[in-house]
């Protein structure tokens, strides 16, 4: 149903392979556009997303050019470690790192305040000097390593800010020490343990981004109950075979998608399909891994295991939606990617021009401290940081609310696109009815016998996957009439079907397909008309080139079909249904769930073409269905959803699935887009707002009037809570309600 595979994947699509791996180290959003850029040298790389906020790389490449191996050398060459998922979990070993290096920076760096301060003791620039040392080159050890590794390959990131502003400061105060002067240790010490204890925040807020697929990971069962030898045993989940007998006791999670070939139970199925209502199962049912079991014992096939179950699909289809990038973010990655030496160039030239010329003309005792305090804080609070993850915090906390809804969008640049949607085409069958037709009636003529009429149509269909087919073989079936398997058997899409029974030809379909085969449906007309005006899809069956009889069959709006309708109406978009069906059945149809337009008597390769047609007139087209006549049309659309209970080819194709078939979801698919944009719109204005207006005050642009100056310690702080201000900004959209 839905494609999967660990943290590292791999694909082959042509001669390229696909892989996705963990970065650690990576401080700012400039770090994530160095390695992106550094792997795009790469010969035989294809394409590279680096992402900040899920600390990923993936990367398509050519396996003949280059390697795993290759790729660790690069990033790790750059400062950071690329990591596979069977290596250790450094997330949480890099959160336990930076607790302890935030807690000795605090307990080095509090006496280090107070003595600046407020006291005045004897050998005052000794003590400060003992205190600041392990700060500067113990705690900032890693700004020091990532600053020379980047600078090895021509890059300047946001750790080169902070060494050269917490340098200057240091090795400035060091002098001072030894030589006379003012000290300046506080700067470099608040600095440091400030950047790092908000790295540790960050790096915590981060993980609440992605508590979604967290939650979809916990349901995962982690042994199984299997009959072996005749014996039943326990084993880990991941040596469970296709094939094997799992048996699932009350209360416990299906560990496995299956067949249940013993037992009765209802299970929940809430976590995979948002229906709220157990629902009851028996022997042939299938049933979906992580699901619960809630009372009777189930004995069950495992048919998918492993990578291949619904659930892992459906987390590997959340986090490869997270890893990619919404088309806005390109804005700020080009921003981001000339900010460092922008700052820079902004830092030095602050400096020369208050030492040389600014400082004449205020009564400043210490010109060239006051102007290196200038550059420092400048240099600091400068992080592009906000910037760089305005964008992916927001998708990332969007694409979790829409799968704990039922709601798998591919990527975010979907999410961001859903809501420009101004025309929704809705296929009929399966989308906005329940795809369950049934048979309510049988027209005989020539004196032919129902019973036989049946038989003959059933025997046409048995080997057909068409709805309206399924629907006359049960009907056949409910009426215990055996159906032989015909000799010849051929579907005519959008048409019907041909085959044989008794040497004579049997033809099953619409109008088109009789006059195809040269059969006059003239004296029939009045009664297809009158099944028609009901709503019913009408089958003409010929016999031997005589019509012999009509069959017509009701298929019934979906529950919510109507209200999603109406809601969408609402808000301003066009509907407009689509369907192979003749057009008095389809504007029956359309008239209930409250559509206007229709387009009828569609073949399936002809979906997409009016799809074209509507996008050459201007629109921006979503279109919805479940089958696989659907999947040319859902890849044309701008924007193509499935929905979840249809085809693996509508699935594959649609851009948005929707797993729970409640169409309301379409509505809240474009209302989670419109809140996600706008939550990526706030961070990216006050991201540009607080370095458009931060900068320049610790520039001293307010010195001259207000006597105003931003120092070090508070330019540190600023920086961070501007990160932090963006990541909880887009954390809101968790109190979404989509219903």
């Not at 280090?112 to 003992?130: K, N, Q, W």
């Not at 059933?458 to 009426?479: C, F, Q, R, T, Y």
């Amino acid at each position: 149903m839905y494609h999967t595979s660990s943290k590292v994947k791999y694909s082959v699509i042509g001669i390229t392979k696909k892989i996705t791996l963990s970065i650690h180290g990576m401080h700012c959003a400039s770090c994530a556009i160095i390695i992106e850029k550094e792997l795009k040298k790469q010969k035989g790389i294809k394409n590279v997303v680096v992402n900040f906020s899920t600390e990923e790389a993936t990367m398509e490449y050519n396996p003949k050019l280059i390697n795993i191996k290759r790729f660790k050398k690069i990033i790790s060459d750059l400062g950071y470690k690329a990591l596979e998922p069977d290596e250790l979990n450094e997330s949480e070993k890099e959160i336990k790192k930076l607790k302890i290096l935030s807690i000795i920076g605090l307990i080095l760096t509090v006496p280090v305040v107070i003595i600046s301060m407020f006291l005045e003791i004897p050998d005052e620039g000794y003590i400060l000097l003992l205190l600041t040392t392990p700060i500067q080159f113990g705690i900032g050890y890693h700004f020091y390593k990532n600053s020379w590794n980047s600078l090895k390959k021509k890059y300047f990131n946001m750790d080169f800010l902070v060494i050269l502003g917490t340098s200057a400061a240091y090795f400035y105060s060091l002098f001072t020490t030894f030589f006379g002067g003012t000290i300046f240790f506080e700067a470099s010490a608040t600095v440091i343990t400030t950047i790092t204890i908000g790295r540790l925040m960050e790096i915590i807020s981060k993980g609440k981004t992605s508590e979604a697929i967290k939650k979809l990971i916990k349901l995962q069962a982690k042994t199984a109950r299997v009959i072996r030898k005749g014996e039943e045993i326990e084993i880990p989940i991941e040596h469970v075979k296709k094939g094997d007998l799992v048996i699932v006791r009350p209360g416990e999670r299906i560990p496995v998608d299956g067949i249940v070939i013993d037992g009765y139970s209802s299970v929940d199925e809430s976590m995979i399909t948002g229906e709220s209502i157990p629902i009851g199962k028996k022997k042939g049912d299938e049933v979906i891994g992580a699901t619960m079991n809630k009372h009777g014992m189930l004995k069950v096939k495992a048919t998918k295991i492993g990578a291949e179950t619904a659930l892992a699909q459906i987390i590997k289809l959340v986090k490869d939606a997270q890893q990619s990038k919404a088309p806005i973010q390109r804005i700020a990655d080009v921003v981001v990617s000339y900010f460092v030496p922008i700052v820079l160039l902004i830092a030095i030239s602050s400096f020369l021009i208050w030492y040389f010329f600014l400082v004449r003309y205020f009564p400043i005792e210490q010109p060239f401290l006051f102007s290196l305090t200038i550059m420092v804080s400048v240099l600091v609070v400068a992080c592009p940081c906000a910037m760089g993850i305005a964008t992916p915090t927001a998708v990332m906390v969007g694409l979790g609310k829409g799968a704990e809804n039922g709601i798998l969008i591919r990527n975010g640049e979907y999410l961001e696109k859903v809501q420009k949607l101004d025309t929704i085409i809705f296929d009929k069958t399966g989308t906005l009815t329940k795809g369950e037709p049934e048979v309510t009636d049988i027209i005989s003529f020539k004196k032919f016998d129902k019973k036989k009429l049946i038989k003959l149509t059933a025997i046409a269909e048995k080997n057909s996957e068409h709805p309206l087919g399924e629907a006359i073989v049960k009907k056949a079936k409910k009426m215990k009439i055996k159906l032989p398997t015909p000799k010849y058997f051929k579907i005519i899409p959008g048409h019907g079907v041909v085959s044989t029974y008794k040497a004579k030809k049997i033809v099953v379909g619409n109008r088109k397909l009789m006059k195809k085969n040269k059969i006059d449906t003239k004296e029939v007309e009045e009664k297809i008309k009158i099944l028609e005006e009901k709503g019913k899809t009408t089958v003409i069956v010929a016999y031997g080139k005589k019509i012999v009889g009509l069959i017509g069959i009701a298929d019934t709006l979906k529950k919510h079909s109507k209200k999603a309708v109406n809601k969408l109406k609402k808000m301003g978009l066009s509907i407009i249904m689509i369907t192979g069906d003749n057009e008095r059945t389809a504007k029956t149809i359309a008239k209930q769930v409250g559509i206007n337009e229709v387009i009828a008597d569609v073949l399936p390769q002809d979906k997409a073409k009016k799809v074209e047609e509507l996008q050459n007139q201007g629109k921006f087209v979503g279109m919805i269905g479940d089958g696989i006549n659907d999947a040319p049309a859902l890849a044309k659309a701008n924007i193509g959803i499935a929905i979840g209970s249809g085809t693996d080819v509508a699935i594959e194709t649609g851009d948005i699935v929707l797993i729970k078939e409640d169409l309301r979801d379409v509505v809240s698919a474009i209302r989670l887009s419109k809140k996600t944009l706008s939550k990526i719109k706030w961070n990216l204005f006050w991201a540009f707002v607080y370095n458009t207006a931060m900068i320049p005050i610790a520039a001293g642009v307010l010195y001259p009037s207000l006597r105003l100056l931003l120092p070090p310690m508070a330019a540190g702080i600023a920086m961070v809570l501007s990160d932090i201000s963006v990541v909880g900004n887009s954390l809101l959209l968790k109190r979404l309600k989509l219903q």
